[in-house]
T-cell receptor
Framework: DTAVSQTPKYLVTQMGNDKSIKCEQN?????MYWYKQDSKKFLKIMFS???????INETVPNRFSPKSPDKAHLNLHINSLELGDSAVYFC?????????????FGPGTRLTVL | GDPVTQMEGPVTLSEEAFLTINCTYT??????LFWYVQYPGEGLQLLLK?????DKGSNKGFEATYRKETTSFHLEKGSVQVSDSAVYFC???????????FGTGTKLQVIP
């Protein structure tokens, strides 16, 4: 009965490789997000989708490409991985509308680029 | 300036001490304010929230009051426990499709 799940939990790979992280939520939410958290715990939003439409696209290298096949899924594909991509990536979801809706976070995917 | 500013950590307290983590915000209108907590190795989870001025959010002994006159949402707890050791994030959402803005996080360590 996990609310927001991500796979894999850990990802270790070489520079230059391409990798994907998957996210699924079973809360019936219509909005999903990808965040990047660096080693100092700074949390930065990367993308947000509402009903499969991209609504937030922060300044992120175009090596990062999100894809939302349906409202319950939001995947993140990263091309040509670089050392600086090492971080913990969090998926989150929420209901849209109003400003008081909480975000539900997944457990995170720790990406290490060697 | 940054929409959300919170005190830098780490904050180290003895068990049963009083906790305050300051948070101030910059925003027009009437945003909703949140405190999220991140325990080691986990994702963030909502601790408490307030959606309008003078509202007090509370949960697990933590409290924060939405003060529009001082644009603040300080987190307090009267007696912290070792299990409260975590990173605490203040956050703001102005509504609609605007992004939620998170503060930089404050690491709290409670020692026995």
């Amino acid at each position: 009965d996990t609310a927001v799940s991500q796979t894999p939990k850990y990802l270790v790979t070489q520079m230059g490789n391409d990798k994907s992280i998957k996210c699924e939520q079973n809360l019936g939410h219509d909005t999903m997000y990808w965040y990047k958290q660096d080693s100092k715990k700074f949390l930065k939003i990367m993308f947000s989708y509402n009903n499969k439409e991209l609504i937030i696209n922060e300044t992120v290298p175009n090596r990062f490409s999100p894809k939302s096949p349906d409202k319950a899924h939001l995947n993140l594909h990263i091309n040509s991985l670089e050392l600086g991509d090492s971080a913990v990536y969090f998926c989150a979801s929420s209901r849209s509308g109003g400003s008081g809706n909480e975000q539900f976070f997944g457990p995170g995917t720790r990406l290490t680029v060697l | 300036g940054d929409p959300v500013t919170q005190m830098e950590g780490p904050v180290t307290l003895s068990e049963e001490a009083f906790l305050t983590i300051n948070c101030t915000y910059t925003a027009t209108g009437y945003p909703s304010l949140f405190w999220y907590v991140q325990y080691p190795g986990e994702g963030l989870q909502l601790l408490l929230k307030a959606t309008k001025a003078d509202d007090k959010g509370s949960n697990k002994g933590f409290e924060a009051t939405y003060r529009k006159e001082t644009t603040s949402f300080h987190l307090e707890k009267g007696s912290v426990q070792v299990s409260d050791s975590a990173v605490y994030f203040c956050a703001l959402h102005s509504g609609g499709y605007q992004k939620v803005t998170f503060g930089t996080g404050t690491k709290l360590q409670v020692i026995p």
